[in-house]
Nanobody, 118 residues
């Protein structure tokens, strides 16, 4: 069982920056994929960014060039650096972890609110 705890959300003005953190209860080198998803009211949950064990990352089209995902295996933490924030980035952001062995298992954090507003 993997527990994920997000932090770093809050209120920020358009054009500002935030950094989200996701602390895992296990050594993250054992987790194949870790990522961030978001869900705004009335919308489906969507991928923001994900990173594999080897460090390869992929991003949702709406955040490419503005957001950066990284992982610190020593701290068992994944980060999401969000720059040039827009009002449409407002959502609850969820940390996600996927293990493939010994069987596929997926875990979610409780979510952290990000609000971009002037």
């Amino acid at each position: 069982q993997v527990q994920l705890v997000e932090s770093g959300g809050g209120l920020v003005q358009p054009g500002g920056s935030l950094r989200l953190s996701c602390a895992a209860s296990v050594r993250i080198f054992s987790i194949n994929y870790m990522g961030w998803y978001r869900q705004a009211p009335g919308n489906q949950r969507e991928l923001v960014a994900a990173i594999r064990t080897g460090g390869i990352a992929n991003y949702g089209d709406s955040v490419k060039g503005r957001f950066t995902i990284s992982r610190d295996n020593a701290k068992n933490t994944v980060y999401l650096q969000m720059n040039s924030l827009k009002p449409e980035d407002t959502a609850v952001y969820y940390c996600n972890a996927v293990q493939l062995l010994p069987a596929k298992a997926e875990y979610w954090g409780q979510g952290t609110q990000v609000t971009v507003s002037s």
